[in-house]
């Protein structure tokens, strides 16, 4: 059974950093690409990052993009957003998913997902 696990969601006042970080099992995680996704009420998930299975490549929405660093260390099937700069924008519960090939940018595209973590930033 394939599990996900987000942590690191909290409070932070606005231009903070938070780290959040994404434990796999059950799956062969260096197979993976792993994204990031965030969603805030009555709205779709949105794309926020994506790493491939190596970290040879990444990519990021044009939101996060300089603000945000994604990140995985395959020897503990972990994948990692660091986020600074943040802004009350960026509030959100945000999920991690895995997919077996790089470049996919649409929740319908990720095949496994953890149950989120909230990221609140307070102005």
């Known amino acids: 059974q394939v599990q996900l696990v987000e942590s690191g969601g909290g409070l932070v006042q606005a231009g903070g950093s938070l780290r959040l970080s994404c434990t796999a099992s059950?799956?062969?995680?260096?197979?993976?690409?792993m994204g990031w996704f965030r969603q805030t009420p009555g709205k779709e998930r949105e794309f926020v990052a994506v790493v491939s299975w190596t970290a040879s490549s990444t990519s990021y929405s044009d939101s996060v993009q300089g603000r945000f660093t994604i990140s995985r260390d395959n020897a503990k099937n972990a994948v990692y957003l660091q986020m600074n700069s943040l802004k009350p924008e960026d509030t959100a519960v945000y999920y991690c998913?895995?997919?077996?090939?790089?470049?996919?940018?649409?929740?319908?595209?990720?095949?496994?997902w953890g149950q989120g973590t909230q990221v609140t930033v307070s102005s």
């Open positions: 998913a895995a997919r077996l090939y790089f470049g996919a940018y649409s929740e319908r595209e990720y095949n496994y």
């Open positions: 059950g799956l062969t995680f260096s197979n993976y690409a």
